[in-house]
T-cell receptor, first 112, second 112 residues
Framework: SAVISQKPSRDICQRGTSLTIQCQVD?????MFWYRQQPGQSLTLIAT?????????ESGFVIDKFPISRPNLTFSTLTVSNMSPEDSSIYLC?????????FGSGTQLSVL | GENVEQHPSTLSVQEGDSAVIKCTYS??????FPWYKQELGKRPQLIID?????GEKKDQRIAVTLNKTAKHFSLHITETQPEDSAVYFC???????????FGQGTRLTINP
């Protein structure tokens, strides 16, 4: 499996601010996926990031709140904008390799 | 869209006994069913997966069974060990490993 690293690993932010999470993969992948895991909850897909095109968002998630960049085949960023305490979650990037989904190291976000 | 129900939400078994976690899915077009293990503070790790053309798959102490007619699949862990304690998530997808829909999770505790 690939090495999928995220930065930052955790952060504490003030409401109304924005945080950009970076995801780096050590191999080229067509699609990268961003998931959210709220405290004690399951994983929910936010969006799919394709290189060279706009990200595709799942129901309940919008580009203004979660803008995504995908400048090349090994890197993506997710921004959590105008944060509120409800955005406190673990954010995970993921990629499909050899037919299976693998997750990044995760970013634990706390919004005060 | 797809909906995945997972039961039980918590499970406690004695070391050495077997554990079974069950999931049902709603979309008959789903064709890929992975299971993830998530230890506290860590990313979800794929432990086993099954595709719709197979009824059962086994990997050492872990097995997954799939009943397409009833639209349910189960994770079986035999000879449980303390290191099996974790939260387990099932998932389903009709696009391979892309756009997984996750169950709510099962917190498994192995009692020594």
């Amino acid at each position: 499996s690939a090495v999928i690293s995220q930065k930052p690993s955790r952060d504490i932010c003030q409401r109304g601010t924005s945080l950009t999470i970076q995801c780096q993969v050590d191999s080229q992948v067509t699609m990268m996926f961003w998931y959210r895991q709220q405290p004690g909850q399951s994983l929910t897909l936010i969006a799919t990031a394709n290189q060279g095109s706009e990200a595709t968002y799942e129901s309940g998630f919008v580009i203004d709140k979660f803008p995504i960049s995908r400048p090349n085949l090994t890197f993506s960023t997710l921004t959590v904008s105008n944060m509120s305490p409800e955005d406190s979650s673990i954010y995970l990037c993921s990629v499909v390799l050899t037919g299976a989904l693998f997750f990044g190291s995760g970013t634990q976000l706390s919004v005060l | 869209g797809e909906n995945v129900e997972q039961h039980p939400s918590t499970l406690s078994v004695q070391e050495g006994d077997s554990a079974v976690i069950k999931c049902t899915y709603s979309d008959s077009a789903s064709n890929y069913f992975p299971w993830y293990k998530q230890e506290l503070g860590k990313r979800p790790q794929l432990i086993i997966d099954i595709r719709s053309n197979v009824g059962e798959k086994k990997d050492q102490r872990i097995a997954v069974t799939l009943n397409k007619t009833a639209k349910h699949f189960s994770l079986h862990i035999t000879e449980t060990q303390p290191e099996d304690s974790a939260v387990y998530f099932c998932a389903a997808s009709k696009g391979g490993a892309q756009k997984l829909v996750f169950g709510q999770g099962t917190r498994l505790t192995i009692n020594p």
